[in-house]
């Protein structure tokens, strides 16, 4: 599952092999990107240009390994794929449901437990303005589940349950 594209998130899909040539680390697997991030990391603003490794992705593509998705949808039984935009656009974000517990993998709409409050943004986020927006929605939603979240960025507090309360 790639989230996005930014170097911190995507830079394990790839390896050299015994000829020193970057391939896919997980040859028969197929990658998740959205569409969106795929076609902001095509096109990149200038901000944004320099989190991007083409080697990170390019040789998944090459392989026919990249599965790009539009819209939220089931990655498999008991595990949603959604979209955000605002840190970058669509950052993919997983949903987890197991036996009535719900966990979140936020990535970097939620980067660290310190970025909980609403108005605790990244410096990273490309449009502040609906990064708040979207991780507003984010939140609402979280909060109504009573779900766990995983941070990926927080080097204190990896996961965090009953944050909503």
């Not at 990926?152 to 944050?163: E, G, L, Q, S, V």
Request: overall charge negative.
């Amino acid at each position: 599952m790639l989230t996005h594209l930014h170097f911190d998130h995507c830079g394990g899909g790839t390896v050299f092999n015994e000829k020193q040539e970057i391939v896919p680390a997980f040859p028969r697997a197929t990658y998740w990107l959205s569409r969106a991030q795929w076609d902001n990391y095509r096109k990149p603003i200038l901000y944004e240009a320099a989190s991007f490794f083409q080697e990170n992705i390019e040789p998944v593509f090459e392989a026919g390994q990249l599965r790009l998705i539009e819209s939220e949808q089931p990655l498999c039984e008991n595990v949603t794929l959604k979209l955000y935009d605002g840190h970058t656009p669509g950052q993919i974000v997983l949903f987890f449901e197991n036996e009535g517990e719900k966990i979140v993998f936020p990535a970097d709409v939620v980067p660290t437990s310190a970025h909980l409050p609403l108005g605790w943004l990244s410096a990273y986020d490309n449009n502040a303005a609906l990064a708040m927006e979207e991780k507003k929605r984010f939140l609402d939603e979280a909060k109504a589940q009573n779900t766990t979240l995983i941070f990926f960025h927080d080097a204190y507090t990896k996961m965090m349950k009953n944050c909503f309360r």
